[in-house]
C-alpha cells in the first residue's frame, strides 16, 4: 500500500469521524465562538472511541470494526438528528473551512518530515507499537498484554484504543498508522491551543487580527519551541552544537538538563526528564503522554470557553466537558488532576465567588469525570507505593493517611538549581515579567498593597529568601512569579488579565509540586513525576505565554509598542532554535524519505524477522500465545528490539520487556520480581527444548537471531544450545516456517499453519 493510498484512506476514516462528532463538538465549545471549530478534530475521535469502549470495558462489548462501524452510523444519526430538532444551529462553514486547512497542512508538514525516519525503534517505541498492534487486534478492553500472555494490559491504553478505532476503519496496517497517528496528535494539538489562546485574546475584547495572531503563536509556541539550551550552547560553540549529532547532541541532551545530585547516597546522582513537545515529536514518541495532549489541550481550551458563557453554566455542558477531563484519567494517568483541576479554576473566574455555584459546578464535573474513567479504573491497579519495610505497616495500613505515604514521596535532597530551571523554563518567566510589567503600567492599582498585607508580604519574602538559600532556589525562581501571578488574578478586575495570571499560577505550580514531593513509582526518585508535571506545565504556560505577548503588544500605546514587540520577539526567537537544529539531525539532513511503514527497516537487518512477523500476523488468533525469547527493555539486537514479532504482531509472548512489566504490574502482582523471572525461565526453557508445563500454552515457538544470539546484549536470553532444534523437534513441535534466519515451531496437527517454506 503506498504512502498516498494509507494518507487517503487514514484521513478519509478521521473525516468521516469528524462529521459524525461535529454538532456535539460545536454546542460543547459554544463559549469558544468560532474558535471552536479548532476542537472538532481532536475531540471526534475520543468521542467515538468512548462510545464504544465504554460499554466494552465495564460489560464486554465486542471492540470490532462492525461494533465500531455501527456505533459510529447511530451516534452521527443521533447527533445530527438532535441538531435539526433544536432548530439547526450555525456551524460557521467558513471557519471549519480555516481549522481543517490549517489542520492539514500541520499533517501533512509533519507526515512529510516523519518519512525521513519512520522507523519504530529506540526509546520506547516498541512498547508503543506493542500496545497498538495489541489493541487493534483484540475484541477486549483492557486488551490482553502483548509483553505478558494471560494478562490484560494495566497502563494507561485509551490513546491507543483511540488509535486503533482509527485502524479498524481506515484498514491501515498498525506500522504504517503508528506514523500517521503522531501526524494526527501534531495537527491536533496545533489546533487545539490555537483555539485555546485565540479564546485568551477573545476575553482580551482583541480585534480579528489579534486572535489570529495568538491562533497562530499558540501552536507555535506549543510544538516547535524548545527550552533556551539550544540556543545557551549556540552562543557558546555553535560549531560543535551543529556537529554533535542528535543523541549527543541538543536532540537528546536539551530533554535533560536537570540533574539531581547526592539522592539518597552521597554521589547518587539521577537524570531528571525535561521533555516537551518539540521533542517528542522529532523523536516520534507514541507514548501516553503525547497521545493525551490533544485532549489536554481541547480541556484548556473547553474551560476556557465557560468564561464566554455567561451565567448560569450549562450543567450538561458541565458533565460533558467533565466527561472529557475524565478520559484523561484512561489516556495519561498524570494529566487527569490536572485536566479537572484547569475546569475547576476556570469555574472560581466564571462564578465570580459565588462559592454555592461553583461547588454545585465543581461537583458535576468531578462526578461526570469519574463516570468516565470508571471503565479503566475498573481494571487497573496504580503501578505506585513505596518499597516494602520503607514505611512502617501500622503507618501504610491507616486509611487515607496510609494511602498518603504509600504514593507521594518527600524530596529530601536539594532539587533543581536556579541555572537549571532558567534553562528549561526560563523563556516562560521572561515572558511573565513583560506581561505583568504591562499590566502595572496600565493599571497601578493591582500594585497598591496596604499595611497589613505588606507585613505578610515581607515575612513571605524572608522565609522564601531563607528556603531557597538553604534548599530549594525554586521558591524564588519560580515561587516569587507564581506569587505575583496569584496576586493579579486577586487584584486585577479584568477578566482577560485573570485569566492569564491564572494560568501563569498554574503552570508555575505545576512546575514547583516536584521540588517538594514526587509520586513513588518504581523509579524511587522524582523522575517521573517532573517529566509528567513538566509536559504539562509546557502546554499550559506556552498558550498563556502566546496570549500574554499578543495581549501585551495590542494593548500598549505609544513607544511601549514597538519596545514590547522587540522584546518578546527576541524571548520567542530564542526558543527556536532547538526544532530546526533537531529535525535536521534526525532526519539525517533530509537526504532520502523513505516513507511512513515504521517496521520496513527490520528486513535490513537480514535476520527473516520481518517475514517472521508477518507469518505470525497472518496465521495467529485471538486467544493465541507465542514463545519468543525474554527481553530486557530497550534491548536491541542488530538494530532490531528485543520481543519484535510480540510487538510488531501483538500476539501475546510468554513474557517480553521485564523492566516495563515491573513497572506496570508492580501494584498489582505480589513479589514482581520473582514471577517474571519464573516467566523468564519458562520462556527460556520452551524456547530451548525443553518439555516444560508453560502456563498460557504457546501455540507457536519463534527460534531466530534474537533467541540464538540475544543472550549478549541480554543476560535474561539464555544461551541456546548448539542442538536446539533437534531438542524443539523431540519436544513435540514441527517447523511450519522457514526464513533466511529463523524457524517457527507449532504444535503437531495445527491445522492453521501453512506449508514449510
Excluded at 669 to 697: H, M, Q, Y
Aim: aromatic letters at 10%; charged letters at 15%; a neutral charge.
Amino acid at each position: 500500500m503506498s504512502d498516498i493510498t494509507t494518507i487517503v484512506r487514514w484521513y478519509g476514516a478521521l473525516s468521516v469521524v469528524a462529521v459524525a462528532a461535529l454538532p456535539f463538538i460545536t454546542w460543547l465549545g459554544a463559549g469558544l465562538g468560532p474558535l471552536r471549530t479548532g476542537l472538532v478534530r481532536p475531540l471526534s475521535i475520543v468521542v467515538i472511541t468512548a462510545v464504544v469502549w465504554w460499554p466494552a470495558a465495564t460489560v464486554g462489548l465486542p471492540f470490532t470494526t462492525p461494533i465500531v462501524v455501527a456505533a459510529l452510523g447511530i451516534f452521527a444519526i443521533l447527533n445530527w438528528g438532535v441538531w435539526w430538532r433544536v432548530g439547526r444551529p450555525g456551524l460557521d462553514l467558513r471557519q471549519l473551512v480555516v481549522a481543517e486547512l490549517v489542520w492539514v497542512v500541520l499533517f501533512a508538514g509533519y507526515a512529510w518530515f516523519r518519512g525521513f525516519n519512520p522507523d519504530i525503534a529506540y526509546t520506547e517505541k516498541p512498547m508503543e507499537i506493542a500496545l497498538l498492534t495489541s489493541i487493534s487486534r483484540s475484541a477486549t478492553a483492557p486488551a490482553p498484554d502483548p509483553w505478558l500472555a494471560g494478562y490484560g494490559i494495566n497502563y494507561y491504553y485509551f490513546g491507543y484504543q483511540t488509535i486503533s478505532t482509527l485502524v479498524r476503519l481506515s484498514a491501515v496496517p498498525p506500522a504504517t498508522a503508528f506514523n500517521l497517528a503522531l501526524a494526527t496528535l501534531f495537527a491536533s494539538v496545533g489546533t487545539a491551543t490555537m483555539s485555546a489562546a485565540g479564546q485568551l485574546v477573545r476575553l482580551a475584547r482583541g480585534s480579528r487580527v489579534a486572535v489570529m495572531l495568538a491562533a497562530g503563536v499558540g501552536p507555535l509556541l506549543v510544538l516547535i519551541a524548545g527550552n533556551l539550551e539550544t540556543t545557551r550552547r549556540l552562543l557558546i560553540d555553535g560549531r560543535s552544537v551543529i556537529d554533535a549529532g542528535w543523541w549527543q547532541g541538543v536532540g537528546w541532551q536539551a530533554s535533560r538538563i536537570i540533574v539531581d545530585h547526592n539522592v539518597f547516597r552521597a554521589g547518587d546522582s539521577r537524570e531528571t526528564i525535561n521533555e516537551f513537545p518539540a521533542f517528542s515529536f522529532i523523536l516520534g514518541d507514541l507514548h501516553p503522554h503525547v497521545l493525551t495532549l490533544p485532549l489536554l489541550a481541547s480541556i484548556l481550551a473547553l474551560g476556557l470557553s465557560l468564561l464566554s458563557l455567561g451565567t448560569p453554566v450549562s450543567r450538561a455542558r458541565l458533565a460533558a466537558i467533565g466527561a472529557m477531563a475524565g478520559l484523561l484519567y484512561a489516556s495519561n494517568s498524570w494529566d487527569a488532576p490536572t485536566g479537572i483541576a484547569l475546569v475547576l479554576l476556570m469555574l472560581v473566574l466564571a462564578r465570580r465567588g459565588r462559592i454555592v455555584d461553583w461547588l454545585v459546578d465543581s461537583i458535576v464535573v468531578v462526578i461526570s469525570a469519574a463516570i468516565a474513567a470508571f471503565p479503566f479504573a475498573l481494571h487497573y491497579s496504580a503501578p505506585v507505593g513505596v518499597p516494602d519495610g520503607t514505611v512502617p505497616g501500622w503507618i501504610t495500613d491507616l486509611p487515607i493517611v496510609g494511602a498518603i505515604f504509600n504514593t507521594f514521596g518527600i524530596v529530601a535532597w536539594r532539587p533543581s538549581g536556579a541555572r537549571e530551571l532558567l534553562i528549561v523554563h526560563g523563556a516562560w518567566l521572561a515572558i511573565f515579567v513583560v506581561f505583568v510589567t504591562a499590566v502595572a503600567i496600565r493599571d497601578r492599582s493591582i500594585l497598591k498593597v496596604d499595611q497589613r498585607n505588606r507585613i505578610w508580604l515581607l515575612t513571605a519574602g524572608l522565609l522564601a529568601l531563607g528556603i531557597a538559600v538553604a534548599w530549594a532556589p525554586a521558591v524564588i525562581v519560580i515561587g516569587v512569579p507564581l506569587s505575583v501571578a496569584a496576586w493579579f488574578v486577586w487584584r486585577s478586575r479584568d477578566l482577560a488579565t485573570q485569566a492569564l495570571a491564572a494560568l501563569f499560577a498554574f503552570g508555575f505550580t505545576l512546575i514547583l509540586i516536584p521540588e517538594f514531593f514526587y509520586i513513588q513509582d518504581v523509579f524511587g526518585d522524582r523522575m517521573n513525576t517532573v517529566f509528567k508535571l513538566y509536559f504539562q506545565a509546557w502546554l499550559v504556560l506556552a498558550v498563556a505565554s502566546a496570549a500574554a505577548s499578543v495581549v501585551t503588544v495590542f494593548r500598549a500605546t505609544g513607544f511601549r509598542r514597538p519596545a514590547a514587540t522587540v522584546v518578546l520577539a527576541l524571548i520567542i526567537g530564542a526558543t527556536l532554535s532547538y526544532t530546526p537544529l533537531s529535525a535536521d539531525d534526525w532526519a539525517s539532513g533530509f537526504a532520502q524519505r523513505r516513507g511512513l511503514d515504521g517496521e520496513a527497516y527490520i528486513a535490513s537487518a537480514g535476520h527473516g524477522d520481518l517475514e517472521i512477523i508477518e507469518w505470525v500476523r497472518a496465521h495467529a488468533r485471538d486467544g493465541d500465545t507465542i514463545a519468543e525469547a525474554p527481553g530486557c527493555s530497550y534491548g536491541v539486537l542488530d538494530g532490531v528490539p528485543l520481543n519484535r514479532v510480540s510487538a510488531f504482531t501483538g500476539v501475546p509472548t510468554i513474557v517480553g520487556w521485564l523492566g516495563h512489566e515491573s513497572q506496570w504490574r508492580r501494584g498489582q502482582i505480589a513479589d514482581i520480581g520473582t514471577f517474571l523471572d519464573t516467566r523468564a525461565g519458562v520462556a527460556n526453557a520452551v524456547v530451548g527444548g525443553d518439555r516444560v508445563d508453560a502456563r498460557p500454552s504457546p501455540r507457536f515457538v519463534v527460534l531466530g537471531q534474537q533467541e540464538l544470539r540475544g543472550n549478549a546484549v541480554c543476560p535474561t536470553i539464555a544461551k541456546i544450545a548448539p542442538d536446539v532444534e533437534a531438542r524443539l523437534t523431540e519436544a513435540g513441535w514441527v517447523i511450519v516456517y522457514e526464513t533466511s534466519g529463523g524457524r517457527i515451531f507449532a504444535r503437531p496437527g495445527d491445522a492453521t499453519t501453512s506449508p514449510r517454506r
